[in-house]
Antibody, heavy 127, light 111 residues
Framework: QVQLQESGPGLVKPSQTLSLTCTVS??????????WSWIRQPAGKGLEWIGR???????NYNPSLKSRVTISLDTSKTQFSLKLSSVSAADTAVYFC???????????????????WGEGTTVTVSS | NFMLTQPQSVSESPGKTVTISCTRS????????VQWYQQRPGSSPTVVIY?????SSGVPDRFSGSIDSSSNSASLTISGLRTEDEADYYC??????????FGGGTKLTVL
């Protein structure tokens, strides 16, 4: 059974870089079958997709965060990581890592969804 | 880019049927498939519907999804409501660059 677990500092100072790691067990993140994604949720608010990485290292980022986000993969450690630079209070949220699945329908159109989620980790940006 | 708009909250009694809508602001709802997630308080989201209407493994057939091109919206319908269905529900689709977009979420209260 695939499990994901987020880890990293719970408190980050404004203007600094938020760094989180997601450790994957029960699956190989180096296998070309899934994407590995980050999603965040401010307290009492909705979900925001941050970005994804594929086993090849290819990445896609939310355009609203693209200039500040880096997602990387360490297949030897079965981990993938998130770095978000120049943080502010607006980046305070619960951060989830997830396995993202790509599917295609009968006409060849693709769709994407997260089928396994970590439990989330709270990051507060404050001095 | 487009937005997905959901009602902030809906409520219904146990045993009844409720429908949660997800309206796409621009472009056709049929352009890219819609997924639905359930998030119970204090828990991570779980997918209940993918590819507009496919139920995820283990999801009861009380949950169904559909799209309606005339209203440019997707819908999640839950029949035979149970108290354990009380949760936040999010719709999700993607844009032409495969970036994921979530709706704002709907809080379902089972009275």
């Amino acid at each position: 059974q695939v499990q994901l677990q987020e880890s990293g500092p719970g408190l980050v100072k404004p203007s600094q870089t938020l760094s989180l790691t997601c450790t994957v067990s029960g699956d190989s993140i180096g296998r070309n079958s899934y994407y590995w994604s980050w999603i965040r949720q401010p307290a009492g608010k909705g979900l925001e997709w941050i970005g994804r990485i594929y086993a090849t290292g290819n990445t896609n980022y939310n355009p609203s965060l693209k200039s500040r986000v880096t997602i990387s993969l360490d297949t030897s450690k079965t981990q993938f990581s998130l770095k978000l630079s120049s943080v502010s209070a607006a980046d305070t949220a619960v951060y989830f890592c997830a396995r993202e699945r790509e599917g295609s329908d009968w006409s060849g159109d693709y769709y994407y969804y997260m089928d396994v989620w970590g439990e989330g980790t709270t990051v507060t940006v404050s001095s | 880019n487009f937005m997905l708009t959901q009602p902030q909250s809906v409520s219904e009694s146990p045993g009844k049927t409720v429908t949660i809508s997800c309206t796409r602001s621009s472009g056709s709802i049929a352009s890219y498939h819609v997924q639905w997630y359930q998030q119970r308080p204090g828990s991570s989201p779980t997918v209940v519907i993918y590819e507009d209407h496919q139920r995820s493994s283990g999801v009861p057939d009380r949950f169904s999804g559909s799209i309606d091109s005339s209203s440019n919206s997707a819908s999640l319908t839950i029949s035979g409501l149970r108290t354990e269905d009380e949760a936040d529900y999010y719709c999700q689709s993607c844009d032409s660059n495969s970036n994921l977009i979530f709706g704002g979420g709907t809080k379902l209260t089972v009275l």
